[in-house]
């Protein structure tokens, strides 16, 4: 279990990081929240894909290219399906792929709308 949670401490990005990958060509950015949390704050970036966890679990093991020739971004509501998602993605052998620290939570928190900018007012303008 140690080594899991090590080599997912490498996949984890900040808010700001993340939405600097984003913009990178090679991207597909995987939304995996609940629809109850994704109706409440939807996140617009181009290139979102929204799939539900078990949905995405079943893409990464069927081989799909989709997730073998891009680089994945994944976001969940707090970060708790993220730990899970990498035993998943080691499983099939994938390495090119990063996680949003703290989920969409810490997006809000860090002062970002649904688009990826940050609000005015936010602590970091």
């Keep these: 279990m140690h080594d899991l949670q090590q080599e997912y401490k490498k996949h984890i990005l900040s808010t700001q990081d993340f939405l600097q990958k984003s913009k990178e060509a090679n991207t597909i950015i995987f939304d995996v929240r609940e629809l109850s949390n994704r109706d409440q704050f939807p996140i617009t970036l181009p290139r979102v894909k ?9 893409l990464i093991k069927s081989g799909s290219r989709k997730v073998q020739r891009k680089h994945l971004l994944i976001l969940d509501n707090c970060g708790k399906q993220s730990l899970w998602l990498q035993y998943v993605l080691g499983q099939a052998g994938l390495t090119n792929y990063n996680f949003l620290e703290g989920g ?4 809000r928190r860090d002062g970002y709308d649904r688009q990826g900018h940050l609000r005015k007012g936010s602590a970091r303008q």
């Design 50 to 58: 929204h799939f539900p966890v078990d949905r995405l679990v079943k």
């Design 104 to 107: 969409v939570i810490f997006w």
